[in-house]
């Protein structure tokens, strides 16, 4: 039989963050995700005569507006979500009803329970709506979404002394919750794990004023690869009780 890991680390890079700093954070510290399509469906009808059709585009707009209902009426402000419609397509014309809208989206939670509810909801509520204006709404929910990261929070206060060695005293910190999603959260479902984040932004940069992660003027200041890695060395030593690093 294969043997599970005792203990799982990993680390990403922030530009938010000046090179030399770490932060960490026990407990959930990113956000599940979750990808779901809504296709709405109408009656095709000519614009200028819309009461012979049934309009999907009117049914998207109230849902995409009943959505964000969730979140701020159904949902405790201390147990946050993010819930964003990023595309809309629908129509082939301007001066015809069309038959069919599809939009798409993402979830974002902390928690099992809340995503599960979540999820419920967001299908429940199109449908309704779809249904109460004549028309139809079928909620699809992609597979293989990323489940919350969770940092074991025992294993986090144990090594939080490496990283500050890293680090020294005042280069380490503890970070918001982060509403994007990582795969590490996998590997922390499978075993204690920490993931930690690494500044890359050098000394007298503004990091308020880098460019973020994913964007076409991302940044590395390769100083910080090595913090990272120091880092990593000090982990494995001091969980493993190897006394190298």
């Not at 932060?23 to 979750?34: C, K, L, N, T």
């Not at 009808?45 to 849902?63: K, L, T």
């Not at 590490?184 to 930690?196: R, T």
Request: proline share 7%; hydrophobic share 40%; glycine share 10%.
């Amino acid at each position: 039989m294969p043997r599970s890991p005792t203990w799982m680390f990993g680390l990403h890079v922030l530009t938010s963050m000046t090179t030399g700093q770490i932060a960490y954070r026990p407990g959930p510290a990113h956000a599940s995700s979750d990808t779901f399509r809504i296709v709405v469906r109408g009656r095709q009808a000519h614009g200028a005569m819309p009461w012979d059709g049934v309009d999907p585009v009117v049914i998207a707009g109230q849902i995409v507006t009943a959505l964000q209902t969730i979140q701020s009426r159904q949902v405790d402000v201390n147990d946050p979500s993010v819930l964003t419609i990023g595309t809309i397509h629908g129509g082939a014309r301007h001066n015809i009803v069309p038959d069919r809208v599809e939009m798409s989206g993402t979830l974002r939670t902390y928690d099992e329970g809340r995503r599960a509810f979540m999820r419920r909801r967001v299908t429940t509520l199109a449908e309704s709506v779809a249904q109460g204006m004549d028309g139809a709404a079928e909620v699809v929910w992609e597979p293989g979404g990323y489940a919350a990261l969770v940092n074991d929070p025992a294993l986090a206060d144990r090594m939080a002394p490496s990283l500050a060695r890293v680090t020294g005293r005042d280069g380490l910190r503890i970070n918001p919750r982060h509403t994007a999603s990582e795969d590490f959260a996998f590997l922390a479902q499978q075993a204690p794990g920490v993931f930690f984040w690494v500044g890359v932004t050098p000394p007298g940069q503004d990091p308020a004023r880098a460019a973020p992660n994913h964007s076409p003027r991302f940044t590395v200041d390769e100083a910080g690869l090595l913090v990272g890695l120091r880092a990593m060395l000090h982990l494995v030593a001091d969980a493993t009780g190897s006394g190298v690093a």
